[in-house]
């Protein structure tokens, strides 16, 4: 969806709030009361009326949108913005965009909206044949001693382990020896505490089905993968990258790219939602106006509490 489809579509705050209720009424909603799935709808109060217990939620409660005062309109401009474009933008940048005085409203809006990218991926799998490597992320770790030494290489404070999966499979009509001859499909990245077999071996579990070809390089961190997957180790160089492993590292240096165009830094606690952003939307490439309706749904099913 174009900026000026967008604006034609939602113009006002009232057009918003009218479709945000309309993915809502089709999502159901559900009593946090008493679990009771039937509701009224009070026009006056802008909320639902359980029919059994009377019990009121507002339009906001139970989605990402709840404990924010907000406009609604703000949400869809930010939603809009995130899904349209290849590359991000910064909260500072949305800020300037909206005309809004504080900073840090914006700023937690922009990470409540990446969060339920990252849930939503999380219900989905990667399947059949996968890549995955490590990618060293740099980010600031507020929390440490200022007087500590920083230490170089793999062990550095300055780096965040993140665990990389590429879902692929084999093109046999590629006849260009410049580009891979797999196609890719899905992708997925997770932040993990070090590259500890347990780490490694908790990453694939959560995103990966069970009986999936894994291939990686020959590093000792993939020796004890489960034996639930179906893991080749191969010895990457130069000469072969492009056939045992091409997607996985093209994945981790637009990730890393992406982050250094656009923020200034990132602090250490909040790299997976930034790395939930760059996944979200290289897995819905192909949405089109798509795109944002998908991130809409998701903003309702995803309740506040998962967050």
């Known amino acids: 969806m174009g900026i000026l489809d967008f604006y034609k579509e939602y113009p006002d705050e009232e057009s918003c709030k009218l479709k945000f209720k309309a993915v809502r009424d089709k999502a159901g909603v559900t009593c946090k009361k008493c679990g009771y799935t039937e509701h009224y709808w009070k026009k006056d109060k802008w909320s639902y009326e359980c029919k059994q217990c009377r019990f009121r939620t507002s339009l906001r409660s ?58 939503r991926d999380a219900t989905y799998r990667l399947t059949k044949s996968i890549e995955l490597d490590e990618g060293f992320f740099e980010t600031v770790d507020r929390d440490r001693d200022k007087e500590e ?29 410049h580009r891979p001859n797999k196609k890719v499909k899905y992708l997925k990245m997770q932040v993990i505490e070090n590259l500890k077999s347990e780490s490694i071996n908790q990453g694939i579990e959560a995103g990966v089905s069970l009986g999936t070809k894994v291939v990686t390089d020959d590093s000792t961190s993939y020796k004890k993968i489960s034996p639930t997957i179906k893991h080749t180790a191969h010895k990457v160089n130069k000469a072969n990258v492009n056939k045992v492993l091409p997607w996985v590292h093209k994945a981790i240096s637009n990730a890393k790219k992406l982050l250094l ?21 290289f897995n819905r490439r192909y949405f089109g106006e798509m795109a944002m309706e998908r991130l809409l749904i998701a903003g309702v099913k995803h309740r506040w509490n998962e967050l």
């Open 62 to 119: 139970g989605t990402v949108m709840q404990s924010s005062n907000l406009p609604f309109q703000y949400w869809f401009i930010a939603m809009h913005l995130l899904t349209a474009t290849k590359k991000s933008f910064s909260a500072k940048e949305v800020q300037r965009q909206l005309g809004h005085k504080r900073y840090e409203p914006i700023w937690a809006m922009m990470h409540k909206i990446r969060s339920v990218m990252g849930l």
């Open 149 to 177: 030494p920083t230490k170089r290489g793999r062990g550095s404070q300055r780096q965040t382990a993140v665990l990389v999966m590429v879902e692929s499979k084999q093109n046999e009509k590629n006849q260009n020896k």
């Open 261 to 281: 165009d656009m923020h200034h830094r990132v602090d250490d606690d909040f790299l997976q939602n930034y790395l939930n952003e760059f996944c979200y939307k």
